[in-house]
T-cell receptor, first 112, second 113 residues
Framework: GEQVEQLPSILRVQEGSSASINCTYE??????FPWYKQEPGENPKLIID?????ERKQTQGLIVLLDKKAKRFSLHITDTQPGDSAMYFC???????????FGSGTRLLVSP | NSKVIQTPRYLVKGQGQKAKMRCIPE?????VFWYQQNKNNEFKFLIN????????QIDMTEKRFSAECPSNSPCSLEIQSSEAGDSALYLC???????????FGPGTRLTVL
């Protein structure tokens, strides 16, 4: 199995609160987990990634956690702003796997 | 900022017509991906290349799509006989490898009437 399940599909939060998106993967050989943000009419852009030799990574208000045992990784956006409103996609890939599998996406809506 | 170039940005075809789109990957990136993004924003992997060689593709791509990535020329994706269900945003992405960041182009939005 190579599916990546991403939840929730829609997430509504108030400005200033945190938002969490969860992904689970099937391929135990997966070792690279990027997160992409896609704003309306734009192409997806990498915002943060984590490799399997780490359990946590943090940058500019974003935290990624990886639980290899549970095959689960998550994105946490702290202190959300209206500009964080966008589609977010998780993905997983394995060295030599020749494929990058994307989750189905989460629409984050941050209201003022 | 991504330097992946995709042309055309918009493409309108009738059912049964050929639809061809092109992609120039970022310089130095040997891996190229094509995705179809539907109106629900879901990514569907179509095909990928490494140094001009097809490494993986889905059944649909094998049967109705043709794609190539010749050296020193743009990569291309062509639908031999367009169907209404092919209407979508086609995204090209390039990368150093499968376990590195993908840089996406702006996409070609195909409408099949």
């Amino acid at each position: 199995g190579e599916q990546v399940e991403q939840l929730p599909s829609i997430l509504r939060v108030q400005e200033g609160s945190s938002a969490s998106i969860n992904c689970t993967y099937e391929n135990s050989a997966s070792n690279y987990f990027p997160w992409y943000k896609q704003e309306p009419g734009e192409n997806p852009k990498l915002i943060i990634d984590i490799r399997s030799n780490m359990e946590r990574k943090q940058t500019q208000g974003l935290i990624v956690l990886l639980d290899k045992k549970a095959k689960r990784f998550s994105l946490h956006i702290t202190d959300t702003q209206p500009g964080d409103s966008a589609m977010y996609f998780c993905a997983a890939s394995a060295t030599g796997g020749y494929k990058v599998v994307f989750g189905s996406g989460t629409r984050l809506l941050v209201s003022p | 900022n991504s330097k992946v170039i995709q042309t055309p940005r918009y493409l309108v075809k009738g059912q049964g017509q050929k639809a061809k789109m092109r992609c120039i990957p970022e310089k130095g990136h040997p891996v190229v991906f094509w995705y179809q993004q539907n109106k629900n924003n879901e990514f569907k992997f179509l095909i990928n290349f490494q140094n001009q060689e097809v490494l993986q593709q889905i059944d649909m791509t094998e049967k109705r799509f043709s794609a190539e990535c010749p050296s020193n020329s743009p990569c291309s994706l062509e639908i031999q006989s367009s169907e209404a269900g092919d209407s979508a945003l086609y995204l090209c992405a390039s990368s150093l490898s499968w376990t590195y960041e993908q840089y996406f182009g702006p996409g070609t939005r195909l409408t099949v009437l």
